[in-house]
């Protein structure tokens, strides 16, 4: 697949690779993936997803599927909510914890008729399958790497639905918020979903290698008079900080539990899984820190691993894990953890950006949320 | 001014001279690199500056970058529209997109940099 005389041979490329390339984006390295950071401007791409539609590959992003007569229990005993007795078609948001209550990774458990599909972080797609492999002793449950053989597009946007069922049919439409269903779409099987990592309505689509362009040009065909554009990690990173969503190696890691992240939603503690004990501890003391937004006075950006400070004092307090300048509301943000006392709406701090002090206000999270009307 | 008649820095500035008072910008590569300028901060007009310091901040969403001066002397005049709407940077990083200009105290500095030739393939061999 890759030229063995190319500086990139050794990374992974999409099926839409070319077609990226074609266009002109400005490709990166990226979990070992050459993915398109940016196509026109990463502002650009942005806007285009919160007032019309942006088409993304995501096709780096690992596809784990689990399949046989123990799958649900396997499942169930390694992430941190139920998801062996959802109903077919649901899908639901969890993690993968340690017996430390660390992260391992955060995923997306589709349940399929026949199996469950787990849609994990491209970087921790191989330490995500030796942890699944190394449960899977005295079970009957198979574990099968999906990623390279199928592909995975992301269309999101207030317009990304009409698009969507322009070339997939009213189904697609009709999918409610998180849950998905096959379509067949030129004689192939799309595995479609309402999800998505921006904040904005939309679908995410999985379907087979050999199809992944034809999918992709039937959908940009479809939404190119409407506003939609190909969108790239720049704007991808954006949008989800925009919406307050937690990136797994900056606002979850092995070290962060998922309650100091302020994801309890997704933990369920009176579900045996490998982890629940020290997240009962944890939960039971109160975590010493949590996620905070951070509104920056500055334009400048507070980026991943800038200190932070109360307002009035020189002791260090917490750190910044993501931040940029957020083209919708036209200022700089940041996500950070801090101790509780801190943690506060409208409590001022400093952070260090580059050897100087700029002052920010803590805010609530998601710093964006979308208009109610575009709901669906 | 024309990108092939400038001198260029390692550090991505480019310098035009005009009797002792030297212009000084962020070349098209530089730019090209950032991409999406999200904040400008520029030296003060009066400030004495040795050449390779730091003089200003120039950030994207992708990076945040020093700028640094490749000349002494004392700064003489910031273009202060830029700083208020950084379109002229990508748009125009040679002319409208100027940063500062500097009286110089030793003009032989100039001599230093490098031409456009030499500045292509410093950013060829940096993009590798």
Not at chain 1, 298 to 317: M, Y
Not at chain 2, 66 to 95: C, K, M, R, W
Request: aromatic share 8%; glycine share 8%; charged share 25%.
């Amino acid at each position: 697949m890759n030229d063995p005389d190319s500086a990139n041979a050794a990374l992974l490329h999409t099926p839409l690779h070319d077609w990226h390339v074609h266009q002109g984006a400005r490709l990166v390295d990226f979990a070992g993936w050459h993915m398109p950071l940016q196509y026109t401007s990463i502002i650009a791409e942005h806007h285009a997803v919160r007032t019309a539609a942006g088409l993304f590959d995501v096709g780096h992003m690992g596809r784990l599927e689990i399949a046989g007569p123990d799958a649900a229990a396997f499942l169930d005993r390694l992430v941190t909510r139920r998801c062996g007795d959802m109903a077919t078609g649901r899908i639901r948001y969890a993690l993968l914890t340690n017996d430390r209550g660390g992260t391992i990774d955060d995923v997306l458990v589709y349940r399929l008729p026949d199996r469950f599909l787990v849609v994990c972080n491209a970087a921790n797609r191989p330490r995500v399958l030796r942890w699944l492999d190394a449960h899977r002793e005295q079970v009957s449950a198979t574990l099968t790497d999906r990623t390279e053989a199928t592909f995975m597009l992301a269309l999101q946007g207030p317009r990304a639905l009409e698009i969507a069922r322009d070339v997939l049919g009213s189904a697609v439409a009709a999918l409610r918020y998180y849950h998905g269903r096959s379509v067949v779409w030129d004689g192939q099987s799309v595995l479609v979903s309402r999800t998505g990592y921006t904040g904005e309505d939309g679908i995410e689509a999985i379907v087979d290698a050999d199809a992944a362009l034809a999918l992709w040009s039937a959908l940009w065909e479809a939404g190119r008079n409407r506003g939609l554009m190909p969108a790239g990690l720049g704007a991808r990173d954006t949008l989800r900080l925009e919406a307050g969503m937690p990136l797994y190696g900056h606002e979850l890691t092995e070290k962060i539990d998922p309650l100091t992240a302020g994801l309890e939603f997704a933990v369920d503690l009176d579900k045996d899984f490998v982890g629940r004990d020290a997240l009962r501890t944890i939960a039971e003391r109160g975590p010493q820190r949590t996620r905070v937004g951070l509104s920056l006075d500055s334009r400048r950006i507070a980026r991943q691993g800038c200190a932070v400070f109360p307002a009035d004092g020189n002791e260090r307090i917490g750190e910044v894990t993501s931040g940029t300048f957020s083209p919708t509301l036209q200022r700089s943000i940041a996500m950070a953890y801090v101790p509780r006392s801190f943690a506060e709406t409208g409590t001022r701090l400093r952070v260090d950006i580059r050897g100087r002090y700029e002052t920010a206000t803590v805010c609530p999270l998601p710093f964006y949320r979308r208009p109610r009307s575009s709901n669906g | 001014m024309d990108p092939s008649a400038v001198r260029y820095a390692e550090t991505h500035e480019w310098v035009a001279v005009d009797g002792d008072v030297a212009t000084v910008g962020i070349s098209d590569f530089a730019v090209r690199e950032l991409n999406d300028v999200t904040y400008l901060e520029l030296p003060a007009v009066g400030q004495q500056v040795k050449a390779g310091d730091s003089v200003g901040v120039i950030e994207s969403v992708k990076a945040a970058s020093d700028i640094y001066t490749p000349v002494s002397g004392e700064i003489v005049e910031v273009n202060q529209p830029v700083s208020e709407n950084f379109d002229a940077l990508a748009d125009d990083p040679f002319g409208a997109g100027w940063l500062f200009r500097v009286r110089m105290s030793n003009p032989e500095e100039v001599d230093r940099l490098m031409d456009r030739a030499a500045y292509d393939e410093h950013c060829r061999r940096q993009q590798q």
